[in-house]
């Protein structure tokens, strides 16, 4: 069955102290909120990773790591495995955030290394996908997404497309408070999920959780989530104020 979730990525900003009080903040609100419409996690930096699980443990939020690097182990001074994101607890973890393939050049190619390693650990992985501004004005973005998508995942099984999360976040929108209308974000969601089902079937595409993020806030969470075919949100600026974060929460 489809998952709703919202999922905060905090991206690179808190102190561990500030990151734990966050997470404190975040896990009371959850826990005192009673039962929700979806699941939430929180994508905190590497460094923050078991301070904040101490904090979530027992609780209903789950975590999630930003990244991941796409070698198992060895000589790669300062990468953080998928392994070792595993050994902290977390569930998740972020891949082809569109600020990692900009500034970190992370290709199609790479992050298929990332997700087969995640997967191999145990780990869901939320994959982002989306187009640039240049993309979505001339018209071409649906084959980007999909090559983006394609490229990195349908080499999978389908057991394995279950532990798969797609968040569709315009670059247009991230950060720019700049949000895609329900309208664009449910067209691209949906043939997202078009895609996935003509490589996967129906029944897995419709299992599928498709988030979309980017801008995303209390004043426009409940009229995107509304929408068919999307199934919650990947939260950055939102996700850094448990009250903001809640909003979104709780707009299920
Ligand atoms: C993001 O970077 O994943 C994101 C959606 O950012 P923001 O909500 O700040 O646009």
New binding site residues.
């Given amino acids: 069955m489809r998952k709703n979730i919202v999922a905060g ?1 905090w ?1 690179m900003n808190t102190t561990v102290p500030e990151g734990v009080k966050l997470a404190e903040d975040v896990n009371a609100a959850v826990n005192a909120a009673g039962e929700l419409k979806c699941d939430v996690v929180v ?1 905190v930096p590497f460094t923050h990773l078991t301070a904040v699980k101490a904090v979530l443990d027992g609780g209903k939020v789950g975590l999630a790591a930003e990244n991941c690097a796409a070698k198992a182990s060895g000589a790669y001074t300062g990468e953080v495995s998928a392994a070792m994101v595993a050994s902290t607890g977390a569930q998740y973890v ?1 891949l082809g ?3 990692r393939r900009e500034y970190f050049c992370e290709s199609n190619e790479m992050l298929k290394e990332k997700v087969d390693l995640a997967l191999a650990n145990g780990l869901k992985v939320i994959f ?1 996908c989306g187009e640039s501004l240049e993309l979505r004005e001339a018209g071409n973005y649906a084959d980007f997404i999909a090559a983006e998508i394609s490229e990195s995942l349908f080499h999978l099984t389908a057991e394995q497309w279950a532990n798969i999360v797609i ?1 569709y ?1 315009p670059i247009w ?5 700049k ?1 895609a209308t329900s309208d664009q974000a449910q067209e691209v969601h949906a043939m997202i999920r078009k895609l996935i089902a003509g490589k996967y079937g129906e029944k897995l595409a419709d299992d599928t959780t498709i988030l979309y ?5 209390p004043s426009n969470a409940p009229e995107l989530f509304a929408k068919p075919d999307i199934d919650g ?7 850094l104020k448990a009250a903001d974060f809640m909003g979104i929460v709780t707009a299920f």
Avoid at 173 to 177: E, L, M, N, Q
Avoid at 233 to 239: D, F, P, Q
């Fill in positions: 990525n991206k994508g972020i955030h569109s600020e982002c968040a976040e929108a991230i950060g720019t408070g949000t993020g980017g801008s995303c806030k949100g990947l939260i950055g600026g939102a996700s």
